[in-house]
Nanobody
Framework: QVQLVECGGGLVQAGGSLRLSCAAS????????MAWFRQAPGKEREMVAS????????YYPDTVKGRFLISRDNAKNTVALQMNSLKPEDTAVYYC????????????WGQGTQVTVSS
């Protein structure tokens, strides 16, 4: 059974930092592209970072570019998201997701972790 478990969310003041971690079990992350998504109340889910299976490519939308950094440790089956210079608009539930390499759909999802940024 595949499980993705996120941790590291919480309440932080604007300008602060948080580091989210995602631990995978039931799959070998070295064969999966990984990503972080977020969803705020009343808004659509959006990808905030992705990293391919070999860690040779990453993607960030303009909303977080330069502030967020995704990394992975395939030996430990983990993915992390370092979030700096946080803004109130970064408040959302953050999800870790996995997509088999060369595929297009993210098929495994974590349960999410809440990030709240106060102004």
């Amino acid at each position: 059974q595949v499980q993705l478990v996120e941790c590291g969310g919480g309440l932080v003041q604007a300008g602060g930092s948080l580091r989210l971690s995602c631990a995978a079990s039931g799959l070998e992350t070295r064969t999966y592209d990984m990503a972080w998504f977020r969803q705020a109340p009343g808004k659509e889910r959006e990808m905030v970072a992705s990293i391919n299976w070999s860690a040779t490519n990453t993607y960030y939308p303009d909303t977080v570019k330069g502030r967020f950094l995704i990394s992975r440790d395939n030996a430990k089956n983990t993915v992390a998201l370092q979030m700096n210079s946080l803004k109130p608009e970064d408040t959302a539930v953050y999800y870790c997701a996995a997509s088999f390499k060369f595929a297009t759909a993210y098929i495994y999802w974590g349960q999410g972790t809440q990030v709240t940024v106060s102004s």
